[in-house]
T-cell receptor, first 115, second 114 residues
Framework: GNSVTQMEGPVTLSEEAFLTINCTYT??????LFWYVQYPGEGLQLLLK?????DKGSNKGFEATYRKETTSFHLEKGSVQVSDSAVYFC??????????????FGQGTRLTINP | SAVISQKPSRDICQRGTSLTIQCQVD?????MFWYRQQPGQSLTLIAT?????????ESGFVIDKFPISRPNLTFSTLTVSNMSPEDSSIYLC???????????FGPGTRLTVT
């Protein structure tokens, strides 16, 4: 079946540190991959996406590259800020096909950035 | 991207009662989705709601417990029926942009059942 596995949290870093949150997936065909962010008390916001192998999604200083050979979509940021503290979800949509496309979520990684 | 609002934003309810959550979108969309996020957990899809047809429920969710309406292309409701403390969760609606191939989420409804 289709599934997403994220690194265990919580993750705590100091401001300006380098961030990596690992995400690997299992899916048939060619899924589209997403990172969502949930700030405290809010809904989910789409952070970035990649729809085919070797695509790099980027937004707000975050990046993730779709690696089909390793079935991974790791989230990175070179210098984190306190305002990046949130829960990050890796997700996939199994195939780019007609009909309802159901997001499959990882378990989420809580990130805390200390000043 | 679509702008989605939900009402209420939060509620505290007695067990055995029902709560209806509203989801309003600022543009017409074909597919809307309802998710549940239990405390400290990831999101679980409850059902997919298409306008003019019955909602499609995921395994473990039934219409009697979570009836859904979808009267038009910009609005949907989810009812949580005969609530128990186990229903305490955040309930989120989302919509799909089929052109951009992205899903957007509402701010969520935080439900506490006592």
């Amino acid at each position: 079946g289709n599934s997403v596995t994220q690194m265990e949290g919580p993750v705590t870093l100091s401001e300006e540190a380098f961030l990596t949150i690992n995400c690997t997936y299992t899916a048939t065909g060619y899924p589209s991959l997403f990172w969502y962010v949930q700030y405290p008390g809010e809904g989910l916001q789409l952070l970035l996406k990649a729809t085919k192998a070797d695509d790099k999604g980027s937004n707000k200083g975050f990046e993730a590259t779709y690696r089909k050979e390793t079935t991974s979509f790791h989230l990175e940021k070179g210098s984190v800020q306190v305002s990046d503290s949130a829960v990050y979800f890796c997700a996939l949509i199994p195939t780019r096909a007609q009909g309802a496309q159901k997001l499959v979520f990882g378990q989420g990684t809580r990130l805390t950035i200390n000043p | 991207s679509a702008v989605i609002s939900q009402k209420p934003s939060r509620d505290i309810c007695q067990r055995g009662t029902s709560l209806t959550i509203q989801c309003q979108v600022d543009s017409q969309v074909t597919m809307m989705f309802w998710y549940r996020q239990q405390p400290g957990q990831s999101l679980t899809l409850i059902a997919t709601a298409n306008q003019g047809s019955e909602a499609t429920y995921e395994s473990g969710f039934v219409i009697d417990k979570f009836p859904i309406s979808r009267p038009n292309l910009t609005f949907s409701t989810l009812t949580v029926s005969n609530m128990s403390p186990e229903d305490s969760s955040i309930y989120l609606c989302s919509v799909q942009d089929r052109v951009a191939y992205e899903q957007y989420f509402g701010p969520g409804t935080r439900l506490t059942v006592t």
